[in-house]
Every structure is written in structure tokens, then in C-alpha cells.
């Protein structure tokens, strides 16, 4: 088969969420599978990418919606048997009845909270989700809460939605792990609590700061490290004792998990969240919001606790830091739960899908 696959958001250098994802899972499948040729959509090339017989790096240089008319444009000259869609629904929602398109949907946030999320990106996703999702051969979701919430939203819209879907969830990358002491360098001078995210009102890092506020005077050497790339409509309320580091390398952020004292990840909502289980690999105590994916995902590995209520954020923060059993008991569950989520696994069942696709 040859698949052409929107890669765009897996080349970039400050990659979030969906970027690992894509990035992460075609390189496992491009690990196993030698018999699909494979044609890589892209507006950049990723330098540590390894190369592969059956991958072609195509170089599309345009921005916005001109890209994804360039991409269909050469899909159509192309003519793959499938073509991959892991971040965006443009294109999908575009192209043709004879181009073959498997979509991923990672989350629903544009349709359920929308004024927690960048209008644009709502306006886009309301303009081409539910073509997308028609014309789609089969759509990918990336856990169980996300694809409820799917089912829930268009399953009275879209003939057969149900039957298409096919759950395929994300992971921590293994370069997340515990350190030994020998290869453990905390990052800062200090003792601190962590929050991972991109900086926008949906990762609900006001409520975080308000919760730190809450223990600030009983831990007075204890501070706030919050990282993650400007989002949008987020006001930075820095201090002394709060720190914003903004966007981290994976190598440095391995440093971050391994050293704080506690991980607190409060997002209202989430299509999976992948840093409560990169800090879970790493050996940290987790604290998360009990909505959307966080039960799935972190299972008994984290405590789960109600992401509005500021009070129960911090009497968590700090049951974790005054209690070494409970502690323990966390982290010993997490590596446990992280065990349930690989790439190499879900690129199996990735594979596994295209050929059902072509059958």
C-alpha cells in the first residue's frame, strides 16, 4: 500500500501533544513495518528522524489553509491507497470520494467547551469535523472519553459512526523514566511542584496557582514551576514563588519530572493527556482533574480530584507532601499503569488497521 500521511505537526521543534502523538507513533510504525511505502506530508523535515527505505519526506513550503490545498493537490496526482490525517480534518474534509482518508480525533473541546479553546481553531474544526467524519473510511480515536464523547455529538448525524471507530491510544515516550542518582540533575536550586501544559484557559493553571496560594504559608521553601509554550488568553501571574519556564526540551523536561515533588496536571478537559503519564514514568506523584480522560488514563496511579475546587487541588498537594505512604503507593501503582500505554502497541494496532483498510 502506499499511504500519504499529514506530518506537519510531528516536524515541528516545540512539539505539544498531538506533534508527540503523530511523531511518536509513525515512528514506531515505521520501526515495524517495512512492506507499506509511506509518503511523509511536511513543511519541515525533523533532523533526529531516522531514515527508512519505504519513507518519503515530502516538502511542502506554504502556510495555512494553502498548504493543505498543495497537499490535495499532490494527492490526487499521487493517488495513495490511504492518506492519514493525525492533527487536522482539512484535508480530509476536502478531498475527494476516491482518496481513501483515516482521521484522527483527538479531542471534542471545540464542540464542548469552546470558549475555553483559540476561536479559530474552533471555527475550523466546526467548519470540517462533520465532513471529515462522513467521507472518512475510519476514524481513530485516542481513548475511550473521546470517543463517547464522538459518538454522543454525531452518532445521530453520521450513518454508522460507531462502526468506524477504532481506539488507538497515546503514550509517554520512553525516554521518560525514572533517573538514577547518578543521572538525576535537578534542574533548580529549590524544591517546587510542576505543571506541564500549554498555556491557555483549558489547562486551568489559574486554579493551580490559586490551589498553590492555598499551601503557599505552610510550605514556605516550596514553589510553583509551571512549563509549557504561550497558548493564548492566559495572563502569566508570576512571583518570587511561581515560575513560568516556558517551552522545555524533552531532555530537560525529564529533569523536571524526575526532581519535583509532585506533578498537578487541573485541565478541564482533555482528548487523553500524555504529562500526567510522562511524570507517572518518571517516577512522580500525580495529582489530576477527575474528568474526561484522567480516569482512563491515570487510573489509581494519581490522586483524582475535582479541577473547579481550588480547596481539594490543595489538600491533595498536600497529602502528597506530608504522606511517604501515600507517596509511595503512587508512584509503585504508576509504573504499573504506564505499562498499559506504548507506541509499539498502538502501532500495531495502526497497522493493523490500514490493512483491514485495504481489504
Not at 511523531?23 to 510504525?29: A, H
Request: with cysteine.
Amino acid at each position: 500500500m502506499k499511504i500519504g500521511v499529514d506530518f506537519r505537526e510531528a516536524s515541528k521543534e516545540d512539539k505539544t501533544g498531538k506533534g508527540w502523538f503523530a511523531y511518536n507513533l509513525m515512528k514506531s510504525v515505521f520501526e515495524q513495518d517495512e512492506q507499506n511505502q509511506y509518503i511523509l506530508y511536511t513543511d519541515s523535515i525533523p533532523a533526529d528522524f531516522q531514515n527508512h527505505k519505504n519513507v518519503e519526506f515530502r516538502l511542502i513550503k506554504s502556510k495555512s489553509v494553502f498548504w493543505h490545498l498543495k497537499v490535495l493537490r499532490d494527492l490526487k496526482l499521487e493517488k495513495p491507497d490511504l492518506f492519514l490525517a493525525l492533527t487536522s480534518f482539512i484535508i480530509p474534509a476536502l478531498a475527494p470520494k476516491k482518496i481513501k482518508t483515516v482521521i484522527v480525533v483527538h479531542d471534542l473541546v471545540a464542540f464542548l467547551f469552546p470558549i475555553k479553546h483559540n476561536r479559530k481553531a474552533v471555527l475550523i474544526e466546526k467548519l470540517t469535523l462533520k465532513k471529515a467524519l462522513k467521507k472518512s473510511l475510519k476514524i481513530i480515536t485516542i481513548s475511550k472519553s473521546t470517543e463517547s464523547d464522538l459518538i454522543k455529538l454525531f452518532e445521530k448525524k453520521i450513518a454508522n459512526l460507531s462502526k468506524k471507530i477504532t481506539i488507538i491510544p497515546c503514550a509517554a515516550s520512553e525516554n521518560f523514566k525514572k533517573l538514577s542518582s547518578s543521572e538525576q540533575k535537578n534542574p533548580e536550586n529549590f524544591k517546587y511542584i510542576l505543571g506541564v501544559g500549554t498555556l491557555e484557559p483549558r489547562k486551568n493553571f489559574e486554579k493551580l496557582i490559586e490551589a498553590f496560594n492555598l499551601i503557599s504559608k505552610t510550605f514556605d521553601s516550596l514553589r510553583l514551576v509551571i512549563i509549557g509554550g504561550k497558548g493564548w488568553s492566559f495572563k502569566k501571574h508570576e512571583s518570587d514563588r511561581i515560575i513560568f519556564k516556558g517551552y522545555v526540551a524533552e531532555k530537560d523536561l525529564i529533569h523536571y519530572y524526575n526532581s519535583a515533588e509532585a506533578f498537578v496536571f487541573p485541565s478541564l478537559y482533555e482528548g487523553f493527556g500524555i504529562p500526567p503519564l510522562e511524570a507517572i514514568q518518571c517516577g512522580c506523584p500525580v495529582i489530576a482533574s477527575n474528568v474526561s480522560s484522567m480516569p482512563e488514563v491515570i487510573g489509581s496511579a494519581g490522586l483524582l480530584v475535582n479541577p473547579n475546587d481550588a480547596q481539594a487541588l490543595a489538600e491533595a498537594i498536600k497529602s502528597v507532601l506530608t504522606n511517604q505512604d501515600l507517596r509511595s503507593r503512587l508512584v509503585a501503582q504508576g509504573l504499573v499503569q504506564s505499562q498499559k500505554f506504548s507506541y509499539e502497541s498502538s502501532a500495531q494496532k495502526l497497522i493493523k488497521l490500514f490493512k483491514e483498510s485495504h481489504e
